[in-house]
C-alpha cells in the first residue's frame, strides 16, 4: 500500500494504549503476588500457583466465554457493576483491560516470582536483621536484584496483550475505534479479502515481537550473577 489510512493509526493506537494500560496495571499487581508466591510455604500454594498460570493452558476463547458470560448485562455481576457503578465491560475498552489483565496474568506474575526466588535467602534475612520493613526489603533490596526479571515481565506482558485475540474478541468484539485492536483488524481485514492491509498490521506485529525478544535475550545476556 502507498500511505496508511486514519483506521491503520487509530487501530495501532488503540492496541498499544490497551497494551501500556494493561501492563502497568499487572506490575502493580505482579509484584506483591510474585513476591509473595516466592515466599509462601502453605499447602495451598500450589492452588494459586495453578490460578494464576491457568491462562497458559486455558484457550482464549474458552476464558473470553466466561469472561463474557460474567459482564454481560444479564449476569448478576455484570447487572451489580452497572446498577451500583455504572459500568460497563461488555463491548467497552475497560472491558478489554479487564480480560487482558486476567489473560496476560501469568506473563507477569512468573519472570518475578522466578526473579525473588533465585535470590539468596539471607539478602532478606539480612534486612530484617538490621531492622527494614517487608516494604523497605522489598524496594530497596530485592527488586534492585531482580531488576532483569521485572524487565522481563514488563516486556512479554506488553507484547502477549498486543498479540491476543480470542479474548479481546469475545468481550470487545470489533467496534472501529473503541475495541478494534491489530489482531481483531488482521483477522478482519482478511475476512473482506483485503490481504495488503491485513499484511501493513501483520508486518507492524512481526517487527515489533522480534524487537521484543531481542530486548529480552539482550537484557538477560548482561544479567550480573549474584555470589
Do not use: C
Amino acid at each position: 500500500m502507498d500511505y496508511f489510512p486514519d483506521a491503520f493509526w487509530q487501530t495501532l493506537g488503540l492496541t498499544v494504549r490497551l497494551a501500556a494500560t494493561t501492563t502497568i496495571i499487572l506490575l502493580v499487581v505482579g509484584i506483591p503476588l510474585g513476591w509473595y508466591l516466592a515466599s509462601a510455604r502453605h499447602r495451598l500454594k500450589p492452588v494459586f500457583e495453578a490460578l494464576v498460570s491457568m491462562p497458559l493452558v486455558l484457550p482464549p476463547t474458552v476464558l473470553g466465554f466466561y469472561l463474557l458470560l460474567a459482564f454481560s448485562a444479564e449476569s448478576s455481576f455484570g447487572s451489580w457493576l452497572n446498577s451500583t457503578f455504572n459500568i460497563q465491560l461488555v463491548f467497552t475498552f475497560s472491558g478489554l483491560v479487564v480480560g487482558s489483565i486476567i489473560y496476560s496474568l501469568p506473563f507477569m506474575v512468573q519472570p518475578i516470582q522466578s526473579g525473588f526466588e533465585s535470590l539468596p535467602a539471607h539478602l532478606a534475612e539480612a534486612s530484617y536483621t538490621l531492622g527494614k520493613s517487608r516494604w523497605t526489603t522489598l524496594t530497596r533490596i530485592l527488586l534492585p536484584n531482580i531488576r532483569a526479571s521485572v524487565l522481563s515481565g514488563l516486556v512479554l506482558s506488553f507484547a502477549h496483550t498486543i498479540g491476543e485475540f480470542g479474548v479481546v474478541l469475545m468481550i470487545g468484539g470489533n467496534i472501529p475505534g473503541k475495541t478494534r485492536v491489530a489482531s481483531i483488524a488482521i483477522y478482519d481485514e482478511v475476512e473482506g479479502l483485503n490481504y495488503g492491509l491485513a499484511g501493513e498490521y501483520a508486518g507492524v506485529l512481526v517487527i515489533f515481537s522480534f524487537l521484543i525478544l531481542l530486548v529480552i535475550y539482550s537484557v538477560n545476556a548482561r544479567k550480573p550473577r549474584l555470589l
